[in-house]
């Protein structure tokens, strides 16, 4: 059993929710090291006490340890929280069991599937370090300055093992920060990538000016394709009318703190792709998220038109009013089905 008392905790990602969750940590009292890529961002931010780039003006506790090292940060820790972009999932993996020879248990705050299959994170995971590496993903309604500032927030922890949720829990709650467990890993995994997905399609329909009647359409929607693939695959229907599910869904689809829904309000004003993306700064995890539930649904054979329709125009250039015009032109269903 690990003591978490004496045994740090390594945060891998130094993005803006990465840094809030290292942050959130370092004050809770954990042992708490950080570790991002860029040698000099590290270097910034011992200097400041802050991250400017992806979360500026948020003083960061004297506590959190900065590592530019990727071997110095996994040193001598058990507890590893990965928040790297999805597609960079596996190579993160890879890079851990390189130096880690001692047991370690992966939690993951990254909202995707694999790059071009649609396969869950946490399989990677038990084809590197085996089906008995305690494994748990962190998922929910949360916009990192809000979580780093302590204002109110609730979050879903999915995980196969009891003990590391439970550690995880003690280690994350506290008067401001609220965690829900779950057993449901594939519900949790699903919901954190379709929402991005239905966020592009929420601000893309705000852009065109269609108005909060076909916004709240759209999210309603997109939550019964959540519902459709993803009891599917395994989920659970609680997870997707839960904290993982309707409430990352609901939003990020309504607030512009979301970078896929400002992409989409983007795309429907005009935007080339290209433009859209330079002008967000930071990964839309959306796009290649649409990429990979639409390769599902295909493998699956479910009817995804919302998600289907985010696909042809972000990889068949679609026009975005002509993709509308065909969803609303769609033959009329029996609501439920």
């Known amino acids: 059993m690990i003591n978490i008392e004496s045994n740090p905790i390594v945060v891998l990602g130094g993005g803006s929710f990465g840094t809030a969750l290292a942050v959130l940590l370092a004050k809770n009292g954990n042992a708490t090291r950080l570790w991002a890529r860029d040698a000099e961002q590290i270097q910034q931010m011992k200097q400041s006490k802050t991250n400017q780039n992806y979360l500026p003006n948020i003083a960061l506790p004297d506590s959190l340890e900065l590592f530019d090292s990727f071997e110095h940060a996994v040193d001598g820790v058990s507890d590893i929280l990965i928040v790297t972009p999805s597609h960079t999932f596996q190579q993160t993996l890879q890079k851990i069991k390189q130096f880690k020879t001692c047991p370690v248990r992966i939690v993951w705050a990254c909202k995707g599937l694999e790059p071009d299959t649609g396969h869950f994170l946490c399989d990677q995971v038990a084809d590197i370090f085996g089906e008995d590496c305690p494994r748990g993903v962190l998922s929910g309604p949360t916009f990192a300055k809000e979580l780093a500032n302590g204002s109110p927030t609730a979050i879903t922890l999915a995980a196969d093992n009891s003990q ?6 003690k280690r994350l709650v506290n008067q401001t920060f609220r965690v829900y ?53 395994g989920g659970r229907t609680e997870t997707f ?3 993982a599910g309707l409430g990352d869904l609901v939003l990020t689809c309504t607030d512009n703190q979301s970078r896929n829904r400002r992409f989409g309000l983007a795309l429907g004003k005009g935007a080339s792709l290209e433009q859209a993306a330079k002008d967000i700064g930071q990964v839309v995890e959306g796009v290649r998220n649409t990429k990979e539930v639409y390769c ?11 998600c289907q329709s985010i696909y042809n125009i972000i990889y068949n250039k679609q026009d975005p009013r002509e993709a509308a015009k065909e969803l609303l032109t769609r033959a009329m269903k029996v609501e439920g089905d």
């Open 164 to 169: 590391l949720a439970a550690d995880m829990t």
């Open 181 to 233: 467990l779950s057993d449901d890993l594939a519900g949790v995994q699903f919901g954190g990538a379709i929402k991005n997905v239905i966020a592009i399609g929420a601000g893309m329909a705000d852009g065109l000016g269609f108005g909060s009647n076909a916004r709240t359409a759209l999210i309603t929607r997109g939550l019964a394709e959540m519902m459709r693939l993803g009891e599917a695959i």
């Open 241 to 243: 009318t839960g904290m």
């Open 296 to 306: 599902l649904a295909e493998e699956k054979g479910i009817d995804m038109p919302i």
